[in-house]
Protein backbone atom coordinates (compact mmCIF):
# COMPACT_ATOMS: atom_id res chain seq x y z
CA UNK A 1 0.00 0.00 0.00
CA UNK A 2 1.09 3.27 -0.88
CA UNK A 3 1.62 7.16 1.38
CA UNK A 4 -0.34 9.59 -0.01
CA UNK A 5 1.03 12.75 -0.48
CA UNK A 6 -1.66 15.25 -0.62
CA UNK A 7 -2.28 17.28 2.34
CA UNK A 8 -6.09 18.01 1.72
CA UNK A 9 -8.68 16.98 -0.36
CA UNK A 10 -10.38 18.62 -3.33
CA UNK A 11 -13.43 19.70 -0.66
CA UNK A 12 -10.67 21.17 1.46
CA UNK A 13 -11.34 18.38 4.63
CA UNK A 14 -7.86 17.89 6.03
CA UNK A 15 -5.97 14.13 5.78
CA UNK A 16 -4.54 13.18 8.88
CA UNK A 17 -4.21 10.65 11.81
CA UNK A 18 -6.92 8.05 11.36
CA UNK A 19 -9.47 8.45 14.48
CA UNK A 20 -10.99 6.25 16.49
CA UNK A 21 -13.75 3.68 15.71
CA UNK A 22 -15.80 4.81 17.71
CA UNK A 23 -15.76 8.53 16.57
CA UNK A 24 -16.29 6.56 12.80
CA UNK A 25 -19.45 5.01 14.21
CA UNK A 26 -20.68 8.32 15.70
CA UNK A 27 -20.55 9.29 11.83
CA UNK A 28 -22.04 6.69 10.75
CA UNK A 29 -24.93 6.55 12.94
CA UNK A 30 -25.25 10.74 12.64
CA UNK A 31 -25.68 9.62 8.62
CA UNK A 32 -28.28 6.94 8.79
CA UNK A 33 -30.15 9.43 10.99
CA UNK A 34 -29.75 12.15 8.76
CA UNK A 35 -30.93 10.67 5.24
CA UNK A 36 -33.69 9.20 7.00
CA UNK A 37 -35.11 12.41 7.03
CA UNK A 38 -34.90 12.74 3.17
CA UNK A 39 -38.43 10.88 3.00
CA UNK A 40 -41.47 11.09 0.30
CA UNK A 41 -43.52 11.38 2.94
CA UNK A 42 -43.90 14.13 5.86
CA UNK A 43 -43.96 11.42 8.71
CA UNK A 44 -42.39 8.79 7.62
CA UNK A 45 -39.38 7.56 5.96
CA UNK A 46 -40.40 6.40 2.41
CA UNK A 47 -37.83 7.01 -0.48
CA UNK A 48 -39.01 4.90 -3.92
CA UNK A 49 -36.52 4.56 -6.82
CA UNK A 50 -35.52 7.81 -8.78
CA UNK A 51 -37.71 10.33 -6.73
CA UNK A 52 -37.02 13.68 -5.08
CA UNK A 53 -36.09 12.45 -1.96
CA UNK A 54 -33.60 9.68 -3.75
CA UNK A 55 -32.07 12.74 -5.45
CA UNK A 56 -31.04 14.61 -2.41
CA UNK A 57 -30.14 11.37 -0.47
CA UNK A 58 -27.82 10.48 -3.72
CA UNK A 59 -26.36 14.49 -3.44
CA UNK A 60 -26.00 14.13 0.51
CA UNK A 61 -23.82 11.27 0.10
CA UNK A 62 -22.10 12.17 -2.60
CA UNK A 63 -20.98 14.96 -0.60
CA UNK A 64 -19.75 12.70 1.62
CA UNK A 65 -17.74 10.84 -1.02
CA UNK A 66 -15.99 13.53 -2.59
CA UNK A 67 -14.73 14.37 1.32
CA UNK A 68 -13.12 10.95 1.05
CA UNK A 69 -11.27 11.35 -2.08
CA UNK A 70 -13.46 9.53 -4.11
CA UNK A 71 -14.74 11.01 -7.47
CA UNK A 72 -18.49 10.53 -7.75
CA UNK A 73 -20.60 9.74 -10.86
CA UNK A 74 -24.57 8.67 -11.59
CA UNK A 75 -24.74 5.79 -13.71
CA UNK A 76 -27.59 5.87 -17.12
CA UNK A 77 -29.94 3.78 -14.12
CA UNK A 78 -29.17 6.01 -11.41
CA UNK A 79 -26.73 4.26 -9.10
CA UNK A 80 -24.46 6.64 -7.12
CA UNK A 81 -20.82 5.45 -7.32
CA UNK A 82 -17.55 7.00 -5.75
CA UNK A 83 -14.18 5.74 -6.86
CA UNK A 84 -11.01 5.56 -4.46
CA UNK A 85 -8.19 5.23 -7.20
CA UNK A 86 -5.59 2.20 -6.35
CA UNK A 87 -2.10 2.38 -5.70
CA UNK A 88 -1.35 1.92 -9.17
CA UNK A 89 -2.78 1.54 -12.29
CA UNK A 90 -3.99 -0.62 -14.20
CA UNK A 91 -5.58 -2.71 -11.79
CA UNK A 92 -8.79 -4.32 -10.30
CA UNK A 93 -11.85 -2.22 -8.62
CA UNK A 94 -13.34 -4.07 -5.16
CA UNK A 95 -17.32 -2.97 -5.24
CA UNK A 96 -18.72 -2.35 -2.11
CA UNK A 97 -21.76 -1.20 -1.03
CA UNK A 98 -25.74 -1.20 -0.94
CA UNK A 99 -29.06 0.66 -1.89
CA UNK A 100 -30.38 3.89 -0.73
CA UNK A 101 -34.43 3.38 -1.82
CA UNK A 102 -36.24 1.74 0.84
CA UNK A 103 -39.63 0.25 1.72
CA UNK A 104 -42.54 2.59 2.68
CA UNK A 105 -42.61 3.24 6.53
CA UNK A 106 -39.07 1.78 6.34
CA UNK A 107 -36.68 2.15 9.21
CA UNK A 108 -33.00 4.04 8.89
CA UNK A 109 -30.59 0.98 8.49
CA UNK A 110 -31.85 -1.54 5.96
CA UNK A 111 -29.37 -0.54 3.06
CA UNK A 112 -27.96 2.76 3.83
CA UNK A 113 -25.72 1.30 6.72
CA UNK A 114 -24.14 -0.98 4.24
CA UNK A 115 -23.61 2.46 1.70
CA UNK A 116 -21.96 4.81 4.81
CA UNK A 117 -19.90 1.81 6.59
CA UNK A 118 -18.38 1.20 3.46
CA UNK A 119 -18.05 5.02 2.72
CA UNK A 120 -16.44 5.39 5.96
CA UNK A 121 -13.78 3.08 5.28
CA UNK A 122 -12.45 4.44 2.68
CA UNK A 123 -12.62 8.07 4.36
CA UNK A 124 -10.48 6.19 7.00
CA UNK A 125 -7.99 5.01 4.05
CA UNK A 126 -7.60 8.18 2.73
CA UNK A 127 -6.84 10.07 5.83
CA UNK A 128 -4.10 7.71 6.52
CA UNK A 129 -3.32 8.50 2.86
CA UNK A 130 -3.09 5.03 2.34
CA UNK A 131 -4.06 3.77 -1.30
CA UNK A 132 -4.56 -0.15 -1.59
CA UNK A 133 -3.24 -1.87 -5.24
CA UNK A 134 -7.27 -2.11 -6.32
CA UNK A 135 -9.77 0.85 -6.31
CA UNK A 136 -12.71 0.54 -4.06
CA UNK A 137 -15.94 1.63 -5.65
CA UNK A 138 -18.87 2.18 -3.34
CA UNK A 139 -22.62 1.87 -5.26
CA UNK A 140 -25.40 3.33 -3.59
CA UNK A 141 -27.96 1.19 -5.81
CA UNK A 142 -30.85 2.87 -6.64
CA UNK A 143 -33.49 0.09 -6.50
CA UNK A 144 -33.36 -3.15 -4.35
CA UNK A 145 -36.48 -2.88 -3.00
CA UNK A 146 -38.90 -2.52 -5.81
CA UNK A 147 -41.79 -0.99 -3.76
CA UNK A 148 -41.94 1.81 -6.96
CA UNK A 149 -42.18 -1.04 -9.47
CA UNK A 150 -42.86 -4.09 -7.81
CA UNK A 151 -39.64 -5.41 -9.32
CA UNK A 152 -36.41 -5.36 -7.13
CA UNK A 153 -33.22 -4.62 -8.23
CA UNK A 154 -33.10 -2.20 -10.91
CA UNK A 155 -30.10 -0.75 -10.04
CA UNK A 156 -28.10 -4.02 -9.38
CA UNK A 157 -29.66 -5.45 -12.56
CA UNK A 158 -28.20 -2.89 -14.65
CA UNK A 159 -24.69 -3.25 -13.34
CA UNK A 160 -24.77 -6.82 -14.12
CA UNK A 161 -26.34 -6.78 -17.40
CA UNK A 162 -29.27 -8.55 -16.39
CA UNK A 163 -31.85 -5.68 -16.98
CA UNK A 164 -34.86 -6.73 -18.77
CA UNK A 165 -35.97 -3.60 -21.36
CA UNK A 166 -39.70 -4.80 -21.41
CA UNK A 167 -39.36 -3.28 -18.09
CA UNK A 168 -39.33 -0.10 -18.85
CA UNK A 169 -42.76 0.01 -19.87
CA UNK A 170 -43.85 -1.22 -15.94
CA UNK A 171 -45.87 2.03 -14.75
CA UNK A 172 -46.27 3.24 -11.17
CA UNK A 173 -48.80 4.19 -8.76
CA UNK A 174 -49.29 8.01 -10.96
CA UNK A 175 -49.10 6.27 -14.28
CA UNK A 176 -44.96 7.34 -14.93
CA UNK A 177 -43.12 4.40 -16.72
CA UNK A 178 -40.18 3.30 -15.66
CA UNK A 179 -38.05 4.62 -18.82
CA UNK A 180 -39.31 8.51 -18.31
CA UNK A 181 -39.06 7.90 -14.48
CA UNK A 182 -35.65 7.66 -15.33
CA UNK A 183 -35.07 9.95 -17.67
CA UNK A 184 -36.74 12.39 -14.91
CA UNK A 185 -34.04 11.62 -12.97
CA UNK A 186 -31.38 12.73 -15.18
CA UNK A 187 -30.42 9.08 -16.39
CA UNK A 188 -30.86 7.19 -19.99
CA UNK A 189 -33.05 4.33 -20.22
CA UNK A 190 -31.99 4.16 -23.99
CA UNK A 191 -28.35 3.19 -22.24
CA UNK A 192 -28.39 1.20 -19.81
CA UNK A 193 -26.36 -1.19 -20.98
CA UNK A 194 -23.62 1.28 -20.13
CA UNK A 195 -23.73 0.51 -16.21
CA UNK A 196 -22.79 -2.84 -17.05
CA UNK A 197 -19.43 -3.83 -15.09
CA UNK A 198 -16.81 -5.59 -17.05
CA UNK A 199 -16.52 -8.76 -14.98
CA UNK A 200 -12.68 -9.09 -15.46
CA UNK A 201 -12.17 -5.51 -13.83
CA UNK A 202 -13.87 -6.53 -10.62
CA UNK A 203 -12.28 -8.42 -7.97
CA UNK A 204 -15.85 -9.08 -6.31
CA UNK A 205 -18.72 -7.11 -4.70
CA UNK A 206 -19.29 -6.86 -0.54
CA UNK A 207 -21.83 -5.92 1.10
CA UNK A 208 -22.17 -5.06 4.89
CA UNK A 209 -26.54 -5.09 6.07
CA UNK A 210 -28.54 -4.97 8.90
CA UNK A 211 -28.86 -9.00 9.70
CA UNK A 212 -32.74 -8.43 9.38
CA UNK A 213 -33.45 -11.21 12.04
CA UNK A 214 -32.76 -12.54 15.43
CA UNK A 215 -30.07 -14.62 15.15
CA UNK A 216 -26.94 -12.67 16.11
CA UNK A 217 -29.00 -11.22 18.49
CA UNK A 218 -29.98 -14.99 19.89
CA UNK A 219 -25.98 -15.52 19.81
CA UNK A 220 -25.01 -12.59 21.29
CA UNK A 221 -22.60 -11.59 18.23
CA UNK A 222 -22.64 -7.81 17.02
CA UNK A 223 -22.09 -9.32 13.28
CA UNK A 224 -22.05 -12.10 11.27
CA UNK A 225 -20.41 -13.85 7.67
CA UNK A 226 -23.23 -14.68 5.41
CA UNK A 227 -23.05 -18.24 3.76
CA UNK A 228 -26.26 -17.61 1.37
CA UNK A 229 -28.53 -15.41 -0.10
CA UNK A 230 -32.53 -17.23 -0.22
CA UNK A 231 -34.00 -16.70 -4.08
CA UNK A 232 -37.38 -15.08 -4.41
CA UNK A 233 -40.32 -14.49 -6.79
CA UNK A 234 -42.57 -11.51 -7.00
CA UNK A 235 -45.80 -11.68 -8.99
CA UNK A 236 -48.81 -9.53 -9.25
CA UNK A 237 -52.47 -11.05 -9.23
CA UNK A 238 -54.70 -9.35 -10.47
CA UNK A 239 -58.80 -10.95 -9.92
CA UNK A 240 -61.25 -9.33 -11.89
CA UNK A 241 -64.89 -9.58 -11.27
CA UNK A 242 -68.16 -7.37 -11.73
CA UNK A 243 -68.65 -4.43 -9.72
CA UNK A 244 -72.08 -3.38 -8.32
CA UNK A 245 -74.58 -1.62 -5.65
CA UNK A 246 -73.72 -2.95 -2.30
CA UNK A 247 -77.42 -2.86 -1.51
CA UNK A 248 -79.30 -4.23 -4.31
CA UNK A 249 -77.01 -7.58 -5.62
CA UNK A 250 -78.34 -10.38 -3.81
CA UNK A 251 -75.10 -12.38 -2.41
CA UNK A 252 -75.66 -15.64 -4.22
CA UNK A 253 -75.23 -13.44 -7.60
CA UNK A 254 -72.50 -11.57 -7.03
CA UNK A 255 -68.85 -11.90 -8.98
CA UNK A 256 -67.15 -10.12 -5.80
CA UNK A 257 -63.09 -9.64 -6.79
CA UNK A 258 -62.45 -9.39 -3.33
CA UNK A 259 -64.01 -12.25 -1.79
CA UNK A 260 -61.82 -14.29 -4.80
CA UNK A 261 -58.92 -12.43 -3.58
CA UNK A 262 -58.91 -12.98 0.34
CA UNK A 263 -59.64 -16.60 -0.56
CA UNK A 264 -56.44 -16.47 -2.56
CA UNK A 265 -54.46 -15.30 0.53
CA UNK A 266 -55.10 -17.40 2.58
CA UNK A 267 -54.34 -20.35 0.65
CA UNK A 268 -51.22 -18.52 0.51
CA UNK A 269 -51.09 -18.68 3.88
CA UNK A 270 -52.20 -22.16 4.00
CA UNK A 271 -49.34 -23.47 1.33
CA UNK A 272 -46.72 -21.58 3.49
CA UNK A 273 -47.26 -23.20 6.87
CA UNK A 274 -47.61 -26.59 4.83
CA UNK A 275 -44.28 -26.34 2.95
CA UNK A 276 -41.48 -26.57 5.29
CA UNK A 277 -38.96 -23.24 4.38
CA UNK A 278 -41.62 -21.78 2.07
CA UNK A 279 -42.26 -18.07 3.22
CA UNK A 280 -45.18 -16.65 0.89
CA UNK A 281 -46.72 -13.26 1.11
CA UNK A 282 -49.74 -10.80 -0.09
CA UNK A 283 -47.80 -7.46 0.85
CA UNK A 284 -50.20 -5.53 -0.70
CA UNK A 285 -53.72 -5.18 -2.47
CA UNK A 286 -55.67 -2.44 -4.26
CA UNK A 287 -58.94 -2.84 -4.35
CA UNK A 288 -61.24 -1.12 -7.29
CA UNK A 289 -62.96 0.59 -7.46
CA UNK A 290 -62.69 1.50 -3.71
CA UNK A 291 -65.52 2.19 -2.01
CA UNK A 292 -67.71 1.21 0.76
CA UNK A 293 -70.90 0.71 -1.22
CA UNK A 294 -69.61 -0.46 -4.44
CA UNK A 295 -68.84 -4.53 -4.37
CA UNK A 296 -65.35 -4.96 -5.63
CA UNK A 297 -64.25 -5.43 -9.15
CA UNK A 298 -60.97 -5.77 -9.62
CA UNK A 299 -58.14 -6.32 -6.95
CA UNK A 300 -54.35 -6.28 -7.59
CA UNK A 301 -52.22 -8.26 -5.35
CA UNK A 302 -48.43 -8.50 -4.82
CA UNK A 303 -47.07 -11.81 -3.71
CA UNK A 304 -43.67 -12.83 -2.30
CA UNK A 305 -42.36 -15.80 -2.59
CA UNK A 306 -39.29 -16.91 -0.88
CA UNK A 307 -37.39 -20.61 -0.35
CA UNK A 308 -33.98 -21.61 0.25
CA UNK A 309 -34.55 -24.18 -3.27
CA UNK A 310 -34.79 -22.86 -6.01
CA UNK A 311 -36.91 -25.77 -7.55
CA UNK A 312 -39.37 -25.79 -4.91
CA UNK A 313 -39.91 -22.09 -4.83
CA UNK A 314 -40.76 -22.47 -8.77
CA UNK A 315 -42.45 -25.79 -8.10
CA UNK A 316 -45.02 -23.49 -5.46
CA UNK A 317 -45.00 -20.49 -7.84
CA UNK A 318 -46.76 -23.02 -10.40
CA UNK A 319 -49.03 -24.70 -7.26
CA UNK A 320 -50.64 -21.02 -6.16
CA UNK A 321 -50.99 -19.97 -9.77
CA UNK A 322 -53.01 -22.75 -10.54
CA UNK A 323 -55.03 -22.68 -6.97
CA UNK A 324 -55.37 -18.45 -7.89
CA UNK A 325 -57.04 -19.88 -11.43
CA UNK A 326 -59.18 -22.46 -9.48
CA UNK A 327 -60.85 -20.16 -7.12
CA UNK A 328 -61.63 -17.72 -10.14
CA UNK A 329 -63.46 -20.23 -12.50
CA UNK A 330 -65.49 -21.48 -9.12
CA UNK A 331 -66.33 -17.60 -8.79
CA UNK A 332 -66.94 -17.08 -11.94
CA UNK A 333 -64.31 -14.15 -12.16
CA UNK A 334 -60.91 -13.90 -13.83
CA UNK A 335 -57.45 -14.35 -12.65
CA UNK A 336 -54.52 -12.68 -14.41
CA UNK A 337 -50.80 -14.07 -12.72
CA UNK A 338 -48.14 -12.12 -14.26
CA UNK A 339 -44.36 -12.72 -12.63
CA UNK A 340 -42.51 -9.06 -11.88
CA UNK A 341 -39.57 -10.72 -10.79
CA UNK A 342 -37.94 -14.02 -9.85
CA UNK A 343 -34.37 -14.44 -8.41
CA UNK A 344 -32.32 -17.26 -7.97
CA UNK A 345 -30.70 -17.88 -4.71
CA UNK A 346 -26.90 -17.68 -4.60
CA UNK A 347 -24.03 -18.67 -2.29
CA UNK A 348 -21.53 -16.46 -1.28
CA UNK A 349 -18.13 -16.66 -2.39
CA UNK A 350 -15.92 -18.65 -0.05
CA UNK A 351 -13.08 -17.26 -0.03
CA UNK A 352 -13.95 -13.29 0.59
CA UNK A 353 -16.36 -15.14 3.30
CA UNK A 354 -13.13 -16.49 5.02
CA UNK A 355 -11.01 -13.12 4.81
CA UNK A 356 -14.59 -11.40 6.64
CA UNK A 357 -14.47 -14.96 9.07
CA UNK A 358 -10.88 -14.12 9.82
CA UNK A 359 -11.11 -10.41 10.32
CA UNK A 360 -14.20 -11.24 12.99
CA UNK A 361 -11.63 -13.52 14.75
CA UNK A 362 -9.12 -10.90 14.86
CA UNK A 363 -11.66 -9.10 16.72
CA UNK A 364 -12.21 -11.17 19.23
CA UNK A 365 -15.31 -12.70 18.13
CA UNK A 366 -16.80 -16.13 17.86
CA UNK A 367 -17.45 -16.19 13.74
CA UNK A 368 -20.75 -17.36 12.59
CA UNK A 369 -21.70 -18.27 9.10
CA UNK A 370 -25.76 -17.55 8.35
CA UNK A 371 -27.86 -17.52 5.53
CA UNK A 372 -29.92 -15.06 4.66
CA UNK A 373 -33.72 -14.51 4.00
CA UNK A 374 -33.66 -11.94 2.72
CA UNK A 375 -32.90 -10.48 -0.81
CA UNK A 376 -29.83 -8.28 -1.48
CA UNK A 377 -28.33 -6.33 -4.39
CA UNK A 378 -24.95 -8.80 -3.73
CA UNK A 379 -27.54 -11.90 -5.05
CA UNK A 380 -27.54 -10.58 -8.40
CA UNK A 381 -23.61 -8.64 -8.49
CA UNK A 382 -23.05 -12.74 -7.91
CA UNK A 383 -23.54 -12.85 -11.38
CA UNK A 384 -20.61 -11.22 -12.79
CA UNK A 385 -18.92 -11.38 -9.81
CA UNK A 386 -17.76 -12.83 -6.65
CA UNK A 387 -19.72 -11.92 -3.64
CA UNK A 388 -19.26 -11.28 0.29
CA UNK A 389 -21.46 -10.06 3.16
CA UNK A 390 -21.24 -9.02 6.79
CA UNK A 391 -24.35 -8.81 9.12
CA UNK A 392 -24.73 -6.35 11.51
CA UNK A 393 -27.28 -7.19 14.38
CA UNK A 394 -30.04 -5.54 14.68
CA UNK A 395 -32.59 -5.29 17.61
CA UNK A 396 -35.28 -8.27 17.97
CA UNK A 397 -34.19 -8.95 14.45
CA UNK A 398 -36.91 -6.42 13.06
CA UNK A 399 -36.47 -4.69 9.99
CA UNK A 400 -38.28 -3.06 7.32
CA UNK A 401 -40.13 -0.59 10.00
CA UNK A 402 -39.42 1.91 11.72
CA UNK A 403 -38.42 0.23 15.01
CA UNK A 404 -35.30 -0.65 13.33
CA UNK A 405 -32.10 -0.09 15.46
CA UNK A 406 -28.52 -0.90 15.63
CA UNK A 407 -25.82 -0.51 18.43
CA UNK A 408 -23.14 2.54 17.42
CA UNK A 409 -20.62 -0.45 19.10
CA UNK A 410 -21.74 -2.78 16.55
CA UNK A 411 -21.56 -0.64 14.05
CA UNK A 412 -17.72 0.08 15.08
CA UNK A 413 -17.23 -3.26 14.84
CA UNK A 414 -18.80 -3.53 11.29
CA UNK A 415 -16.38 -1.14 10.37
CA UNK A 416 -12.88 -2.45 12.21
CA UNK A 417 -13.83 -5.84 10.48
CA UNK A 418 -14.49 -4.49 6.90
CA UNK A 419 -11.19 -2.23 7.05
CA UNK A 420 -9.29 -5.29 7.89
CA UNK A 421 -11.07 -7.01 5.24
CA UNK A 422 -9.47 -4.65 3.04
CA UNK A 423 -6.33 -4.59 3.87
CA UNK A 424 -6.46 -8.71 3.78
CA UNK A 425 -7.86 -8.36 -0.03
CA UNK A 426 -5.00 -6.05 -0.47
CA UNK A 427 -2.51 -9.05 0.44
CA UNK A 428 -3.88 -11.81 -1.49
CA UNK A 429 -1.15 -12.74 -4.14
CA UNK A 430 -4.30 -13.31 -7.03
CA UNK A 431 -7.58 -12.08 -7.42
CA UNK A 432 -9.68 -13.77 -5.79
CA UNK A 433 -11.84 -14.97 -7.99
CA UNK A 434 -13.37 -18.39 -7.25
CA UNK A 435 -15.01 -19.68 -10.19
CA UNK A 436 -16.62 -22.44 -8.87
CA UNK A 437 -18.08 -20.03 -6.19
CA UNK A 438 -17.34 -22.73 -3.51
CA UNK A 439 -20.10 -22.64 -0.85
CA UNK A 440 -19.52 -21.12 2.86
C1 LIG B 1 -35.36 -6.88 0.52
O1 LIG B 1 -35.42 -6.20 1.51
C2 LIG B 1 -36.15 -8.06 0.42
O2 LIG B 1 -37.32 -7.94 0.05
O3 LIG B 1 -35.67 -9.14 0.78
MN1 LIG C 1 -35.17 -4.24 2.60
MN1 LIG D 1 -31.72 -4.14 2.13
Known amino acids: MDQESAESTQSGESVGPITSLEASATTIMERCDLLARFSEEPDRLTRRFATPAMREVNERVAT ?47 GPLGVLVALECVARLYRQRIRLPFAIEVYGFADEEGLRYHSAYLGSKAVTGAFDGRLLALTDSDNVTLAE ?22 IGYCEVHIEQGPVLEYEGLPVGVVSAIQGQSRIEVIFTGVAGHAGT ?53 SLDVRHPDDDIREAMCAQL ?11 TVTAQWQLLQATASVQCD ?47 GISHSPAEAV ?34
Open 64 to 110: WMRAAGMSVRHDAVGNLIGRYEASASPCKTLLLGSHLDTVRDAGKYD
Open 181 to 202: AIRRFGGDPDNLATCKRDQDDL
Open 249 to 301: VPSALRRDALCAASEFVLAVEALSRQTAGLVATVGQMIVQPGASNVIPGAVAL
Open 321 to 331: AQTAQEIATRR
Open 350 to 396: QQLAQLFAQAIEAQGISVKYLPSGAGHDAAVMAAITPIAMLFVRCAG
Open 407 to 440: AAADVATATAVLERFLHSVAQLPVSPRSKAHEPV
